[in-house]
C-alpha cells in the first residue's frame, strides 16, 4: 500500500502563484510516476503533470510555461508549482502514484481557488 498526503491548496488571486506538495509513504519501488491531475467544477478530471522516476516529465498544453512538476532527492514527495494562475485552474487538485508494478494510488485532493 501507498499513502499520499496532499497539501498547499488554497485561496490565491489571478496572477499569483501555489506550490502543491504530495508526500508519498508506504511500500515504494525505486520505479514509479508521479503526478498531478485535477477535476474542474463540472469537468472530467484531467492531467496536469506527471513526473517520472526517470525524471521524465508531461505537461498538460493549457499549463506549460506556467506549471513545473518537481521531485525531492528522495522521490517520495513531489511538488506542482503553478504560477501564473488563472481562474480556469480553479478545481480539485489530486496526486496520483503508479508505483513500477502497476499499482495505482490517488490522494484525496486539494482545492484550489483562483479568484479575485
Known amino acids: 500500500q501507498v499513502q499520499l498526503v496532499e497539501s498547499g491548496g488554497g485561496l490565491v488571486q489571478p496572477g499569483g502563484s501555489l506550490r502543491l506538495s504530495c508526500a508519498a509513504s508506504?511500500?515504494?519501488?525505486?520505479?514509479?510516476?508521479m503526478g498531478w491531475y485535477r477535476q474542474c467544477p463540472g469537468k472530467e478530471r484531467e492531467l496536469v503533470a506527471t513526473?517520472?522516476?526517470?525524471?521524465?516529465?508531461n505537461y498538460a498544453d493549457s499549463v506549460k510555461g506556467r506549471f513545473a512538476i518537481s521531485r525531492d532527492g528522495t522521490r517520495t514527495t513531489v511538488y506542482l508549482q503553478m504560477n501564473s494562475l488563472e481562474p480556469e485552474d480553479t478545481a480539485v487538485y489530486y496526486c496520483?502514484?503508479?508505483?513500477?508494478?502497476?499499482?495505482?494510488?490517488w490522494g484525496k485532493g486539494t482545492l484550489v481557488t483562483v479568484s479575485s
Open positions: 496520483r502514484f503508479i508505483r513500477g508494478d502497476g499499482m495505482d494510488y
Open positions: 508506504g511500500t515504494i519501488f525505486s520505479i514509479n510516476t
Open positions: 513526473l517520472t522516476s526517470g525524471r521524465s516529465t
